[in-house]
């Protein structure tokens, strides 16, 4: 079991550390910090380089964090965080990512959440600095507040569509 764990850790850690690369840098095929920019404010949200900077740093450090198995449930809750807002910007498009839906970031929010349920596993840092195993019921906490992070950071730096 402590196999799986690891090879997910790893997978998912590292997709969202290298989605955050991508937001802020030309490293992994991302356009830059102007293009993590643009893409924000093309999406609707306020901020620009600050939102980018923001959502990259979140990703890169939560992605590493899950990797390397350390602080799990802080991991997990930055994950879930950053990938809901992600959701919620392809919510219309439907599920299927061929139609630019929101299937992968419900994958990664999913994928971190079974994290935080399971813990990080044997071969984890959070394993060998003893503050694993974590109690199942921190899961419902990383998913509010990761959920809820996500949300309310939509809410703030999402402007209303235009009219007329």
Known sequence: MDTGILVLR??????????????????????????GSAEFRGDG??????????AGG???GSGLLLAAGLLT????TGAI????????????????????????PLVLIVSAAALAATG???WSLDAELGL??????????VLTAGVGSGLLTRLVLHRPARTG
Do not use: C
């Open 10 to 35: 790893l997978l998912v850690g590292l997709l969202i550390a290298g989605h955050g690369v991508q937001k802020i840098s030309s490293h992994l095929g991302g356009r830059g910090l102007d293009g």
């Open 45 to 54: 949200f306020r901020g620009g380089t600050l939102t980018a900077l923001a």
């Open 58 to 60: 979140g990703q890169i």
């Open 73 to 76: 449930p802080l991991a997990a």
């Open 81 to 104: 965080g950053v990938m809901t807002v992600a959701l919620t910007v392809k919510w219309h498009n439907g599920l299927w990512v061929q139609n630019d839906g929101y299937e992968y």
């Open 120 to 122: 990080p596993g044997a």
């Open 132 to 141: 694993a195993p974590y109690p199942l019921w921190w899961t419902a906490l």
